[in-house]
């Protein structure tokens, strides 16, 4: 099998103060909206938008993008709208939205009417993500109870799935969604439905809930491979006492990566940005990230602790550059030093897709850039095969586009379309 990468943007707030961890309460939920500027945002978003667009260039697996609310952590409370428009303006690579928190839509058919226009849209490039959601947006920004929030997810689900997949108008009649026609249109090009992946922050009934279905395991985490190797563990763990197949396109993770010249060039040139992230887009107030209900007792008396819970906050506080990168929490450094770690991330992990982070916190375009071309042209090469061709079935969690879709720079009407606009000569 091929690993996959994805190039993956946050979209952070950049202009976050200095003191923002000190005078300020939390990046989500309460945060000061006078720290943000929409005209600076006009701008803001273009450039993130671009980058995307050049991932693609440069010949990433995937671009992808996801979904918050009320927080300078990333300023996409609508990843469909970005999709839309990177549908648009690419042509290879997969659009990854990892993805719309359904738990949060009434009715969720929303989100099965929107991921099948932009199937459509982009010509099957569709990874369409279904996250349970952070408490700070589930819980306190739309209000869901979080006792309810996992019910209210696997009901959103069904839903989905049903009408993507039922050629019939039918009624649903759940505990939260009652409809008495149910007739996606229109629907996904793939077929039965597009890859499905599930981004979890260690939640072990996901795990579950992925393997039943055959759906792709994504870690994102900020705690660093080094640390995720338990969690993972257990997943692989997992697979093996419900067997599974055990190829490595059955898991994902996401990771930082900060790709220079040479290692001290990593540090000179990205270390300021990779702290303004730990220290100010993770800043979340305690209360916020972990409310009664949210986790459930298999996942706590598994140990397993949301990333934004104060034990974090603390060690986020005191990382060093050196930490980072020792930790495992950056990958940074050459190509050659790059391509090791992340040799050594993706056989520790087992994971058949990466999620780049390749743009974190304040970093510069010009930067970003810089970095995203060193990876793509001197160390992604080198990764693709890692697995070599033992895995034969590693293309059930990938989006299958149309060999013959139409393509952003074509543009009609035309001669080639029409004749008769050429005084009806064939082109």
């Known amino acids: 099998m091929t690993v996959k990468f994805c190039w993956f943007n946050l979209m952070p707030w950049p202009d976050l103060p200095d003191d923002f961890k000190t005078e300020h309460r939390s990046v989500w939920v309460d945060i000061d909206s006078s720290l943000f500027d929409p005209e600076r945002a006009n701008g803001v978003y273009h450039e993130y938008m671009d980058q995307l667009e050049f991932a693609d260039e440069l010949g990433f697996d995937g671009i992808g993008v996801n979904e918050?609310?009320?927080?300078?952590?990333?300023?996409?409370?609508?990843?469909?709208?970005?999709?839309?428009?990177?549908?648009?303006?690419?042509?290879?690579?997969?659009?990854?939205?990892?993805?719309?928190?359904?738990a949060?839509?009434?009715?969720?058919?929303?989100?099965?009417?929107?991921?099948?226009?932009?199937?459509?849209?982009?010509?099957?490039?569709?990874?369409?993500?279904?996250?349970?959601?952070?408490?700070?947006?589930?819980?306190?920004?739309?209000?869901?109870?979080?006792?309810?929030?996992?019910?209210?997810?696997?009901e959103a689900h069904d839903l989905i799935m049903e009408a993507w997949t039922n050629p019939d108008v039918f009624a649903f009649d759940g505990k939260y969604n009652q409809l008495r026609y149910v007739n996606c249109w229109p629907?996904?090009?793939?077929?039965?439905?597009?890859?499905?992946?599930?981004?979890?922050?260690?939640?072990?009934?996901?795990?579950?809930?992925?393997?039943?279905?055959?759906?792709?395991?994504?870690?994102?985490?900020f705690n660093g491979y080094?640390?995720?190797?338990?969690?993972m563990d257990g997943y692989w763990n997992r697979v093996a006492e419900m067997d599974k197949s055990e190829t490595p396109g059955r898991a994902g993770f996401a990771q930082i990566i900060c790709t220079a010249a040479?290692?001290?060039?990593?540090?000179?040139?990205y270390s300021e940005h990779m702290l303004y992230f730990f220290n100010r887009c993770l800043h979340?107030?305690?209360?916020?990230?972990?409310?009664?209900?949210?986790?459930?007792?298999?996942?706590?008396?598994?140990?397993?602790?949301?990333?934004?819970?104060?034990?974090?906050?603390?060690?986020?506080?005191?990382?060093?550059?050196?930490?980072?990168?020792?930790?495992?929490?950056?990958?940074?450094?050459?190509?050659?030093t790059v391509r090791e770690r992340m040799e050594?991330?993706?056989?520790?992990?087992?994971?058949?897709?990466?999620?780049?982070?390749?743009?974190?916190?304040?970093?510069?375009?010009?930067?970003?850039?810089?970095?995203?071309?060193?990876?793509?042209?001197?160390?992604?090469?080198?990764?693709?095969?890692?697995?070599?061709?033992?895995?034969?079935?590693?293309?059930?969690?990938?989006c299958k586009p149309l060999e013959d879709r139409v393509r952003p720079e074509q543009t009609f009407p035309d001669a080639r379309r029409y004749p008769e606009a050429n005084g009806g000569a064939s082109a």
Not at 194 to 211: A, K, M, R
Not at 226 to 231: E, F, I, P, V
Not at 347 to 370: A, E, I, Q, S
């Open 68 to 102: 918050h609310h009320q927080n300078g952590y990333g300023i996409m409370p609508s990843p469909n709208i970005i999709a839309a428009g990177l549908a648009r303006r690419t042509s290879q690579a997969a659009i990854c939205v990892i993805g719309n928190s359904i």
């Open 104 to 154: 949060l839509y009434n009715p969720a058919h929303r989100v099965a009417e929107e991921f099948a226009m932009l199937d459509c849209l982009s010509g099957g490039r569709l990874v369409a993500g279904f996250p349970v959601g952070t408490p700070m947006d589930t819980n306190f920004t739309y209000g869901q109870i979080p006792a309810l929030t996992r019910e209210k997810y696997y």
């Open 187 to 221: 629907k996904p090009i793939q077929k039965p439905h597009p890859p499905i992946y599930i981004p979890g922050g260690g939640s072990i009934e996901t795990w579950d809930f992925c393997l039943e279905r055959d759906y792709n395991y994504s870690y994102l985490s």
């Open 226 to 231: 080094l640390a995720g190797q338990t969690l």
């Open 262 to 269: 040479t290692d001290e060039e990593a540090e000179e040139l």
């Open 284 to 336: 979340v107030f305690p209360g916020f990230a972990d409310p009664p209900g949210y986790r459930t007792v298999k996942t706590i008396q598994a140990g397993k602790l949301d990333q934004f819970r104060k034990e974090n906050q603390a060690l986020f506080k005191r990382l060093t550059w050196k930490d980072l990168v020792e930790g495992g929490y950056v990958i940074a450094g050459s190509p050659d």
């Open 344 to 398: 050594d991330m993706i056989k520790r992990l087992r994971v058949g897709t990466v999620f780049c982070l390749l743009h974190m916190g304040n970093m510069p375009d010009w930067k970003t850039r810089y970095s995203s071309q060193l990876f793509a042209e001197k160390v992604m090469p080198g990764l693709r095969d890692i697995w070599g061709d033992q895995f034969a079935d590693a293309s059930d969690w990938w």
